[in-house]
């Protein structure tokens, strides 16, 4: 590589007495003093979170309303803080869904474990727990920070689907080839 | 309907006068501080200090309408006014330690020095001016505590005793922080008020024509800068001496201990400087007596040099009295004046903290070789130069 010799000129009069320099910068804050903030007034206005943000880990539902969870408990085995316990549970015989046979009787995720790395929405195979955009997790207990099933669901909510992956089974099944 | 106060007894007067000039000091001194944290957030694209709610509101608010300030509410505490009510609430009643391994007597007196020459300074520095008729004839009066030939002498004289609060407070503290902060404080301090009374001589000099009586009175000072009409003659003094302005500023900015002349606090370096072992209301006095200081430091500047209560170059507020028609109401000409007067110490104090902003912290040996090697040299030929041209043109 070739050496650039960059010659350096010696500063003039009017730059070794600072005065140009120290009006220049004056003039750069004054700009800024008049500018609009660069800050969010915070617990009123939230930041946009940005697509594939790993917020705290949900469940979600299917747009049919159903739970997507079969209680295979990859998600527990995978996790690396162990912050996820699974009880399984069997779905009743009565149940419009018997056919999926297993869901979770219960689902914590303790989020004093969480280290948000998504390896558990990575390894789900039904798309079921999600990292939405819920950043902050606060609580005044240690049992207040570990989300049980029922509030998983609610901060989940139900997400599109982009596969239908039963449905499409289903059909299938339908046509004589089901697997 | 005023004869009743100019009835009172001399020493009465003086001290409802005194105590009303400390009274507009002190909330203004105190008001900096929040002027300070707003406007370091604004030039930094931040909002600034704006929740606090004014005092009680938040328990009352529950209770309806009850504590809410109508229609401008919101506007303060937007401003962060109330944050100043807290701030205050804090200084007073929080616990206030004397550490274990100070020298308690001094560490008390440090900060009360402090106050005093911040507060005393204010005496001679006139305010405004109205028209008094004395003996038949209507004479130009200055608003002043103490109306004293010696004026600028005075502010020099007293203002230079705080240098010892700073040296008193690193001393006592028994800490090398607070000592080398009291230490570096004292030698900026005295370097700097050098150059600082060199670059006033001139302006004396010619205040003090052959012939006259010699005064170093600043309302004298403000006289001669109040011409009519487009006379080279009686201009703002800063057109004239332009580089004892420049000099003033830049000590006045040592002497204040405002960045880029912070070095006797310089938190980077040496936690707080002379102030490292201070808190709560000890703390707050030394803060008022800095911004008392810039205040002060200010009003001489603007007295000096731009005009003191003039509104602008060649229109003075004789005239723009005579225009709104209150040269005759001595109360109301002085309000306007003491108006235009404050109104430039605000756009001073905003300018001290705009520089702050702007310009980083010099090193220490640069501030003694700014102070030594560039600005004395420049203020004493500043002074021979004009000296020489005095000289002639007065001969």
Redesign the interface.
């Given at each position: 590589m070739a050496v650039i010799q960059v010659e350096r000129k010696p500063l003039t009069f009017a730059e070794r007495t600072y005065i140009p320099q120290i009006i220049g910068g004056l003039r750069t804050t004054l700009k800024h003093f008049f500018a609009p903030n660069v800050t969010l007034s915070y617990p009123e206005q939230r930041p946009e979170i940005p697509k594939g943000y790993r917020g705290v880990p949900t469940l979600v539902k299917d747009p049919h309303g159903r739970e997507k969870c079969v209680s295979c408990q990859l998600c527990e085995f995978v996790c690396p803080p162990k912050a996820i316990r699974i009880t399984p549970g069997e779905i009743a015989e009565t149940s419009d869904n018997a056919h999926v046979e297993k869901g979770p009787k219960a689902f914590e995720i303790d989020m004093l474990r969480c280290i948000y790395c998504g390896l558990c929405q990575e390894v789900c195979p039904e798309e079921a727990i999600w990292l939405q955009n819920q950043f902050s997790m606060s609580g005044y207990t240690r049992a207040e920070m570990v989300n049980d099933k029922a509030r998983l669901y609610e901060l989940g909510g139900t997400l599109p689907d982009d596969h239908f992956k039963w449905d499409k089974k289903k059909t299938a099944e339908g046509h004589g080839n089901a697997h | 309907m005023f004869d009743f106060y100019f009835n009172l007894p001399l020493i009465v007067r003086l001290i409802v006068q005194a105590g009303a000039v400390i009274l507009v000091l002190f909330p203004i001194a105190a008001a900096c501080s929040m002027a300070e944290r707003k406007?370091s957030a604004?030039?930094?694209?931040?909002?600034g200090p704006?929740r606090t709610l004014a005092p009680l509101a938040g328990f009352l608010a529950p209770l309806g309408l009850v504590g809410r300030i109508p229609f401008i509410g919101p506007f303060l505490q937007q401003m962060g006014i109330f944050q100043l009510a807290a701030d205050g609430g804090k200084f007073t009643f929080k616990e206030d330690p004397v550490p274990g391994h100070v020298n308690k007597f001094y560490f008390v007196l440090a900060p009360i020095i402090a106050m005093i020459p911040a507060l005393t300074t204010v005496v001679v520095v006139p305010l405004g001016a109205y028209f008094a008729v004395v003996d038949g004839v209507s004479v130009l009066k200055p608003i002043v505590l103490a109306d004293v030939d010696i004026g600028l002498l005075a502010v020099f004289a007293i203002s230079s005793l705080g240098v010892y609060s700073v040296i008193l407070a690193g001393w006592a503290s028994n800490s090398k922080y607070a000592f080398l902060g009291g230490v570096r404080a004292s030698a900026q301090l005295i370097s700097y008020e050098l150059s600082m009374t060199l670059s006033v001589l001139p302006v004396f000099l010619w205040i003090n024509a052959p012939g006259g009586h010699g005064t170093l009175s600043l309302f004298d000072a403000v006289q001669l800068q109040s011409g009519t009409g487009f006379h080279w003659d009686s201009l703002w003094f800063i057109f004239y001496f332009p580089v004892s302005a420049f000099i003033f500023l830049v000590a006045l900015f040592a002497e204040t201990n405002r960045a880029p002349f912070d070095m006797p606090e310089s938190e980077s370096e040496l936690v707080a400087g002379f102030h490292t072992e201070y808190g709560a209301f000890k703390w707050s006095l030394f803060f008022l007596a800095e911004y008392s200081h810039m205040i002060i430091g200010s009003a001489v500047a603007i007295l000096l040099f731009f005009g003191g209560w003039n509104p602008l170059p060649w229109i003075p507020l004789t005239t723009l009295a005579q225009w709104i028609h209150v040269a005759d109401k001595p109360l109301l000409m002085g309000l306007v004046g003491i108006a235009i007067f404050m109104g430039k110490v605000f756009f001073s104090i905003f300018f001290f903290m705009?520089?702050r902003?702007?310009?980083p912290r010099f090193r220490y040996d640069q501030v003694m070789h700014l102070g030594w090697k560039k600005l004395l040299p420049l203020s004493i030929a500043n002074l021979i130069f004009y000296t020489l041209g005095i000289a002639l043109l007065q001969k």
């Open positions: - | 406007i604004w030039i930094q694209g931040r909002p704006n705009w520089v902003w702007t310009l």
